[in-house]
């Protein structure tokens, strides 16, 4: 239960935290995407069906206070997650720069998804959104990339503290 | 039990979930897509759930930025005028404390007044979060359904319009801000005359759509609501023209307005309660029900 539970309230956290604490930096699109960092970590962490929920989980919340009528993130942030759990084993992914341009791409490729869905379901045309992959996306997916070691760096702490061994990853119970 | 033996293909139960997982996000996207009023049990539980840590978080940041701009960034003086200093900070403090109550002040009678002006009922309401995201512009405000927000209500502020009403919970709403994608409201050029609509184009910024290419508008008109949406009230500024295009070829000419509000400092607004014209919907359903009676 603790693994599911501490997980959520990370989430909310970070949610809170994005929500209130990053706006009142001066430049509004370098703050960093915490939710998208820790998703990544959950894949790194977590098998893929409770950590699938959680990532899922952590989309709806970004859905629920955004400006997002419909569910784009809770789409997104899942695909995400099965993404970079797909390549948890088959890339490196312990040093700084590895881990900066892992998520610095991750956030591109969220980033370009969901351009396609607001052009797809709210109709916003692509000549009034490619303007923001150069003034938005790359400078706000560049500073999530240069976090996101930190993060983990973080994340790992926290994790050492809470669970026996999550070097090895968390296993689903049998 | 193992959640594997669930499925019938035990070599392909993970492809299977992340197949069933994906869809699923995509049945809730298009749930959301019909959703017409306020939001679901289980996000009204979840906003109310995460907004007290918003507010409290909100609390705790401007407590913290007021002290950091009002005394922290002083303390760095001199040590032979360390006494006498501290004494200036204090009364520097009091003086910074009664000058931000000054300036509340000014900014609560500004919307008293600009409340009795309008003769529509509102009710006055906290921001307590931004977008998480910054794909899209919305803030949570501490007002909800149990104050008689509901769903499409304007949100407005005395310098202008800010947006309207996207989702509702209890004690909490999320307003969708002007300059959002998504943010369409009835509009009218105040010298002119000219009829477009307002639609938001991201970055701080919005775009005068449907505006007609016979129109005569210039940089630095006043754009102001037409009342014709039936959320807002008519005659409420909007913001002024920065751009107009009329190079480009068709019925319709280009222009860009900038938000007389600036959206990135929002404090305080105020939610206007009373509709101005019956929402079509709820008509039909009226009629529908009187029907079903006889």
């Known amino acids: ?174 | 039990m193992r959640i594997r033996d669930f499925f019938l293909f035990r070599r392909y139960s993970l492809p299977i979930f992340i197949i069933l997982f994906l869809l699923f996000a995509l049945v809730l996207m298009s749930l959301r897509a019909k959703q017409r009023k306020g939001v679901d049990f289980f996000d009204a539980l979840m906003m109310e759930i995460c907004s007290p840590f918003q507010k409290g978080a909100t609390f705790v940041i401007k407590t913290v930025q007021g002290t950091f701009q009002q005394y922290v960034f002083l303390i760095n003086l001199e040590e032979e005028n360390r006494m006498l200093k501290q004494k200036i900070a204090q009364l520097q403090e009091e003086n910074y404390g009664m000058k931000e109550m000054k300036l509340a002040n000014e900014r609560l009678r500004e919307l008293l007044q600009f409340r009795k002006k309008n003769s529509s009922s509102m009710i006055g309401a906290e921001v307590i979060g931004q977008d998480p995201s910054s794909w899209f512009k919305s803030v949570t405000i501490d007002k909800g359904e149990r104050d008689g927000v509901k769903k499409g209500m304007a949100v407005i502020s005395p310098a202008g319009v800010i947006g309207q009403i996207l989702k509702t919970a209890p004690h909490y709403a999320v307003v969708l801000l002007l300059t959002d994608y998504n943010s369409a409201i009835d509009s009218v050029v105040q010298r002119t005359r000219a009829k477009a609509i307002v639609e938001g184009k991201g970055e701080n910024r919005c775009q005068l759509k449907y505006l007609l290419r016979a129109d005569e508008v210039a940089v630095g008109d006043v754009v102001i609501t037409s009342g014709l949406g039936g959320n807002f009230p008519k005659g409420l500024m909007i913001g002024d023209i920065k751009k107009v295009d009329k190079k480009g070829h068709g019925v319709f000419q280009y222009a860009e307005l900038v938000p007389s509000v600036d959206l990135t400092q929002l404090e305080e607004v105020f939610v206007i309660m009373e509709p101005l014209l019956p929402s079509p919907p709820q008509e039909e359903k009226v009629k529908k029900g009187k029907k079903t009676k006889k």
């Open chain 1, 1 to 174: 239960m603790k693994r599911i539970i501490l997980p959520l309230l990370v989430g909310i956290l970070f949610l809170v935290i994005q929500a209130t604490f990053l706006p009142f930096f001066p430049i509004h699109r370098v703050r960093p995407d915490l939710l998208l960092i820790f998703t990544l970590y959950l894949a790194f962490l977590f098998p893929p069906i409770s950590g699938g929920i959680l990532a899922f989980f952590m989309g709806y919340l970004a859905d629920l206070f955004s400006g997002n009528a419909l569910g784009f993130y809770t789409l997104s942030r899942s695909l995400v997650f099965f993404t970079a759990h797909f390549f948890k084993g088959r890339i490196y992914l312990e040093g700084f720069y590895s881990q900066c341009l892992f998520a610095f791409v991750t956030a591109i490729l969220e980033g370009i998804l969901i351009l396609i869905l607001m052009n797809a379901f709210q109709f916003v045309p692509f000549g009034k959104l490619y303007p923001l992959f150069f003034t938005f996306l790359l400078p706000q997916s560049f500073f999530t990339g240069l976090v996101t070691p930190l993060c983990f760096l973080l994340f790992k702490k926290g994790s050492l503290l809470l669970f026996r061994q999550p070097e090895e990853g968390i296993k689903e119970r049998v």
